[in-house]
């Protein structure tokens, strides 16, 4: 796989999956020290060269070639809340295929302190280059796993006594008003669509986000972001 963008191509080499590593010349030299650091052979090429390999000028200078990123296991998130001691916090995608919006979901839930995000196989789009540039790295810090049957997942975090809010529109209950002292599963849905009804009906807590202005949606990043951080920050 073909990853550019420099916070992405840093992580991947410390992870040590770094295969070939191409950089535009003329880049900075403070750049080129850092790159200098791992045990990596740089090859220089022009800019457009670049530009042409991954269909895009917004590589920052830098491309590489390394091992695909690795879905992780459910247990993975599981083991993570318990290792650090805290309430699980685990993010549920239903219908999100923009990569962009999926890479942006994945690095607010590291940044913000989920313990991981978990997608439905057959409506998710792949743990690919644009989704790991748009993360900025946090894939290689935060497990992000995949389910057959999302519903049916929902149905063994009841089980373990998670509890389950799903981001809504205006009917449902403004936020501020949910207890998110309590293990948790947020239920994000795609733009314009929302959750299925399936998944909407196996919700414990349908969460709002209140606003103000006259458009009244969010891109689905943005909200994933606001209920993640009114989460963690209900927990303190």
Sequence with gaps: ML???????????????????LVARGVEQS????LERFDVRLKFAPRIELDQLVGTTQHQGVVAEVEDLDWSNVDDILDRAEAKGEDLLVILLDGITDPRNFGAIIRSAEVLGAHGVVVEER????????????????????????VKNL???IDQLKEDGVWVYGAAGESAKDLRKLDFKR?????IGAEGEGLRRLVRDKCDELASIPMKGEVQSLNASVAASILIYHAVTSRD
């Design 3 to 21: 990853l550019y963008g420099r916070n992405p191509v840093l992580e991947a080499l410390r992870d040590g999956r770094v295969r070939d590593l």
């Design 31 to 34: 750049f080129v020290r850092d």
């Design 123 to 146: 409506r998710s789009p792949p743990l690919s280059a644009v989704v790991a540039k748009t993360a900025a790295g946090a894939t290689s810090f935060l497990p992000v796993a995949r």
């Design 151 to 153: 519903p049916r997942f």
């Design 183 to 187: 293990k948790l599963a947020l239920v």
